[in-house]
T-cell receptor
Framework: SAVISQKPSRDICQRGTSLTIQCQVDSQVTMMFWYRQQPGQSLTLIATANQGSEATYESGFVIDKFPISRPNLTFSTLTVSNMSPEDSSIYLC????????????FGPGTRLTVL | KNEVEQSPQNLTAQEGEFITINCSYSVGISALHWLQQHPGGGIVSLFMLSSGKKKHGRLIATINIQEKHSSLHITASHPRDSAVYICAVRKLGDYKLSFGAGTTVTVRA
């Protein structure tokens, strides 16, 4: 299994500012994912972050708004830039340990409120 | 139409009751996940299934690949089981998950 931690666990931010969310895994993993869960909605994939390459963004998400770093196999960051109230969501980090397991583990989430 | 459909959307039960949540999907899959999300937001992976049945404590998950259907059962439900339960599938040849809308379960003492 993989244990994932996220920082911060929650934050309240002002419109127009940016917030960087950190995701730390206790083991090396190839694939890391960032999800957004808007209030009352299910999870939506923002991007896939692989170490050593640019993140792959899903339709509707762009790098300027959600820049992602993946400096090594255990860590990633997601920045929510120039925030608006519509960005108020839970942001979740997830990992796929690979090796043909089909398993995916999720972090505790970061609850973001933008005023 | 969503590739993953869950029912019911909401469910309220009395403590001790047997609970069933259903998940139907319309695509070929390599695996199906049942996830639990508590009000704090964090998600716990309960089961990953590719065939048959799995049991963990009071939770049982089944999948019928031919019918493209899975069920999550909670026996002897308890208020601490109150959470959102989410079905997610990994499509064949894809690494991404497709999620159902979730089922909100409330268990009353």
């Amino acid at each position: 299994s993989a244990v994932i931690s996220q920082k911060p666990s929650r934050d309240i931010c002002q419109r127009g500012t940016s917030l960087t969310i950190q995701c730390q895994v206790d083991s090396q993993v190839t694939m890391m994912f960032w999800y957004r869960q808007q209030p009352g909605q299910s999870l939506t994939l923002i991007a896939t972050a692989n170490q050593g390459s640019e993140a792959t963004y899903e339709s509707g998400f762009v790098i300027d708004k959600f820049p992602i770093s993946r400096p090594n196999l255990t860590f990633s960051t997601l920045t929510v830039s120039n925030m608006s109230p519509e960005d108020s969501s839970i942001y979740l980090c997830s990992v796929d340990p690979g090796q043909g397991t089909d398993t995916q583990y999720f972090g505790p989430g970061t609850r973001l409120t933008v005023l | 139409k969503n590739e993953v459909e869950q029912s019911p959307q909401n469910l309220t039960a009395q403590e001790g009751e047997f609970i069933t949540i259903n998940c139907s999907y319309s695509v070929g899959i390599s695996a199906l996940h049942w996830l639990q999300q508590h009000p704090g937001g964090g998600i716990v992976s309960l089961f990953m299934l590719s065939s048959g049945k799995k049991k963990h404590g009071r939770l049982i998950a089944t999948i019928n690949i031919q019918e493209k259907h899975s069920s999550l059962h909670i026996t002897a439900s308890h208020p601490r089981d109150s959470a959102v339960y989410i079905c997610a599938v990994r499509k064949l040849g894809d690494y991404k998950l497709s999620f159902g809308a979730g089922t909100t379960v409330t268990v009353r003492a």
